[in-house]
């Protein structure tokens, strides 16, 4: 084999591996690649989730703000994320929550509430981070501030994932 050929299979080769790992398209049409393994996995597992191996809290509903100029901040300023995590050793599922003071204005947040149901865990959470006080609302922080950019999280494990969204806050 000459080394003419060699160089040009050589290339060749590289050409193919480097379309294959960026994913562009070789065919029109026809993806290549990450996006055509993902396909697969998809045709055979199901599975249509394209992307890392990773698991990610949910996001809440994002709201879209409706800020008055003047005003300090709004409940969509708080933002609330939650996913699920191993489960307890009994095998009820569990799950965290993370609830976020995204205040552009540099505000800080006190008194959020939630509508959270009949909100209930089987594992014990931090009454001065989240309780119920009655149906459909639970405080956050035991009213207190939330300041500006930091986030408060907990876990609480149930058979079902409760809806949580903000009801009300004090700025």
């Given at each position: 084999m000459s080394s003419?050929?060699?160089?040009?299979?050589?290339?060749?080769?590289l050409t193919f591996f480097l379309l294959l790992i960026t994913g562009s398209e070789f065919f029109p049409g026809r993806p290549?690649?990450?996006?055509?393994?993902?396909e697969a996995d998809s045709a055979?597992?199901?599975?249509?989730?394209?992307?890392?191996?990773?698991?990610l809290l949910n996001q809440g509903n994002e709201v879209e703000t409706n800020r008055i100029w003047?005003?300090?901040c709004s409940k969509s300023d708080i933002v609330i994320n939650q996913g699920p995590t191993a489960p307890l050793p009994s095998g009820i599922p569990t799950y965290t929550v993370e609830?976020?003071?995204?205040?552009?204005?540099g505000c800080d947040i006190s008194?959020?509430?939630?509508?959270?149901?009949?909100?209930?865990?089987?594992?014990?959470i931090n009454p001065r981070i989240f309780k119920?006080?009655?149906?459909?609302?639970?405080?956050?922080?035991?009213?207190k501030p939330l300041i500006n950019g930091h986030t408060i999280s907990f876990q609480y494990a149930n058979t079902?994932?409760?809806?949580?969204?903000?009801?009300?806050?004090?700025c």
């Open positions: 003419k050929s060699l160089k040009q299979r050589t290339r060749i080769s290549i690649g990450l996006n055509f393994i993902a055979v597992t199901g599975n249509t989730n394209v992307g890392l191996h990773r698991k003047g005003d300090k609830i976020m003071n995204v205040c552009v204005s008194g959020i509430h939630l509508k959270c149901g009949w909100f209930s865990s089987a594992r014990l119920r006080l009655r149906f459909d609302d639970c405080l956050v922080n035991d009213g079902f994932r409760y809806p949580l969204t903000v009801s009300s806050v004090i």
